[in-house]
């Protein structure tokens, strides 16, 4: 089945350490985005990539780093820089020419 | 700017009842408008979208009506069940590389 898979469910990180969340895609979409959700809050946009080795900052870039070497990944990258991480985070993408986007299930990272 | 403003929850309803989560919108121009609903633990799914004024989006009992003169587009449903149960997110997307989404709206019903 076609979709969108985020691993790993929950992950917990130590403060100072880097954790590198994965998002993969099968669906064959070219746009690919990472939203952070915070409790009784809505999505914000951390990074998107419209095509491959291209990507841009979304509203709230700062501590986090994006690669998309392949079409299919779009690793999310949390660093010691991003001084309140603990969130739900949300990968998503939409094929081309349509506007509706397409959800993984999350990526719960707790600072420990 | 473009944004959303939904109504604050949780709403709570007893089963059977008639739900409406409010959903007003800010665009500069066209915007495709959504909702979409998250169960606890998971990640949004599309519920049903329109993208013209005047236009119904429609899914599992859920519409939902594209006002462009009142830049609304709230969510109806007749008749809720316990399985309704979940937050709700009204979001618009003007072009394809961004959305904007509410801040979501709980909504617990009662058996």
């Known amino acids: 089945d076609g979709g969108i898979t985020q691993s790993p469910k929950y992950l917990f990180r130590k403060e100072g350490q880097n954790v590198t969340l994965s998002c993969e895609q099968n669906l064959n979409h070219d746009a690919m985005y990472w939203y952070r959700q915070d409790p009784g809050q809505g999505l914000r946009l951390i990074y998107y990539?419209?095509?491959?080795?291209?990507?841009q900052k979304g509203d709230i870039a700062e501590g986090y780093s994006v690669s998309r070497e392949k079409k299919e990944s779009f690793p999310l990258t949390v660093t010691s820089a991003q001084k309140n991480p603990t969130a739900f985070y949300l990968c998503a993408s939409t094929p081309r020419g349509r506007t509706e986007a397409f959800f993984g299930q999350g990526t719960r990272l707790t600072v420990v | 700017g473009n944004s959303v403003t939904q109504m604050e929850g949780p709403v709570t309803l007893s089963e059977e009842a008639f739900l409406t989560i409010n959903c007003t919108y800010t665009?500069?121009?066209?915007?495709?408008l959504f909702w979409y609903v998250q169960y606890p633990g998971e990640g949004l799914q599309l519920l049903l979208k329109a993208t013209k004024a005047d236009d119904k989006g429609s899914n599992k009992g859920f519409e939902a009506t594209y006002r462009k003169e009142t830049t609304s587009f709230h969510l109806e449903k007749g008749s809720v069940q316990v399985s309704d149960s979940a937050v709700y997110f009204c979001?618009?997307?003007?072009?394809?590389?961004?959305?904007?989404f509410g801040s979501g709206t709980k909504l617990n019903v009662k058996p």
């Open positions: 990539s419209q095509i491959v080795n291209d990507f």
């Open positions: 665009a500069t121009g066209y915007p495709s």
């Open positions: 979001a618009l997307s003007e072009d394809f590389n961004k959305f904007y």
